[in-house]
């Protein structure tokens, strides 16, 4: 048995996706001696940001990043698996209103033996994970 780490992040940004649970309802269907069974990918794995531009005039803020999100089955299931996405993610908000003008968030590269499961769901998942990032922004506002 290959010994698993732990989920890992490094930085604030990091923990925050982390603590958003972001892998929490990823399911999959994965199919193994003929039998396909839906398997959920709801474990993090790892978040690591590569890059965050971030800038602001006046009450518009704008936030560019790409970054590699991994999840993984929980170590319990029948077929062990996961899958990790690196994405470009735009955000553009209004600070006086606090709401956002402008998004988007766009798969660019996936990897692990559900990666090509995800390839070809990548826009229902880049659609779920945006509307997770505007909540978690939307709290910024209610503090």
């Given at each position: 048995m290959v010994a698993q780490r732990p989920a890992?992040?490094?930085?604030?940004?990091?923990?925050?996706?982390?603590?958003?649970?972001p892998?929490?309802?990823l399911k999959v269907n994965a199919s193994s001696f003929g039998i396909s069974v839906e398997v959920g990918v709801d474990k993090l794995d790892y978040v690591k940001i590569?890059?965050?531009?971030?800038?602001?005039n006046g009450d518009l803020a704008e936030a560019k990043a790409r970054g590699t999100l991994a999840c993984k089955t929980s170590d319990n299931t029948l077929v062990q698996g996961g899958f990790s996405a690196t994405a470009d993610v735009s955000l553009h908000f209004?600070?006086?209103s606090c709401k956002t003008t402008e998004s988007?968030?766009?798969?660019?590269?996936t990897s692990g033996p559900f990666g090509d499961?995800?390839?070809?769901?990548?826009?229902?998942?880049?659609q779920?994970?945006?509307?997770?990032?505007?909540r978690n922004?939307?709290?910024?506002c209610q503090k």
């Open positions: 890992a992040a490094e930085n604030v940004l990091e923990r925050a996706i982390g603590d958003a649970q892998c929490r309802a590569e890059r965050l531009d971030v800038s602001v209004d600070l006086s988007s968030f766009e798969i660019i590269r499961i995800v390839q070809g769901l990548k826009d229902e998942i880049a779920a994970l945006l509307r997770g990032l505007q922004v939307s709290k910024l």
